[in-house]
């Protein structure tokens, strides 16, 4: 079921940022009638192959989001890693993986996060002329000019599943602008999160 008409109130208030933003909605699925106990644990997966900066960024803007939608009980497989391990579980793209969460850690939620595109937006060939021309002009061949380096756009898909059955209950995939230098934006995640559980509770009410 899609709710992405709703959620152009949300883009409208970030759209003004100086930084990143969200830039649309390209995939939103939620099962109706979710009963989403947020009294129970809930574990957070995010990407493996990011830099220390953006790690860092991811990890604490996941968990200052989902205790802001009232977990309290919060593990993430960076934390959590040996207890995984001891669990046998390193590979959450087997669902008997996340079956295990519930079955040998007593998780409830599991939250993961998958990066699925990151690349700079393409400059129009007048704009990639003129960013070349300036820069050849300028006082010092090659350094940057007048005209802005190209945007990065990230595409990134976040799932929340229901350990015991493995039952997916929301996938949203979003496609956001970061900061300029491809790194994530903090802000940004989080804001990627709560427009998550903003579908959650449109498709709950």
């Known amino acids: ?27 939103v699925d939620v099962q109706p009638f979710i009963d989403l106990r947020v009294q129970e644990s809930i574990m957070l997966s995010f990407p493996q192959n990011l830099s220390q900066a953006d790690f860092k960024a991811v990890r604490e803007s996941m968990i200052t989001g989902v205790r802001m939608r009232g977990f309290q009980d919060i593990l993430d497989i960076d934390e959590h890693d040996f207890d995984l391990k001891a669990a046998q579980i390193n590979d959450f793209s087997l669902e008997r993986n996340i079956q295990r969460l519930y079955d040998n850690l007593g998780v409830s939620y599991f939250l993961d996060m998958q990066v699925v595109s990151r690349k700079p937006s393409r400059n129009s060939g007048l704009g990639s002329q003129l960013q070349y021309r300036e820069a050849m002009a300028a006082p010092f061949a090659g350094s940057p000019g007048m005209i802005p380096e190209p945007e990065h756009r990230t595409i990134t898909r976040y799932t929340l599943y229901q350990t015991n059955g493995v039952i997916p209950l929301a996938s949203m ?16 995640v989080r804001q990627e999160l709560e427009a998550l559980f903003q579908q959650i509770f449109m498709a709950v009410n």
């Open 1 to 27: 079921m899609r709710y992405i008409g709703g959620f152009l109130l949300f883009l409208s208030l970030v759209a003004c940022s100086p930084r990143g933003q969200i830039l649309a909605l390209n995939k």
């Open 173 to 188: 995939e979003v496609m956001s602008r970061h900061l300029q230098n491809n790194q994530l934006d903090a802000r940004v």
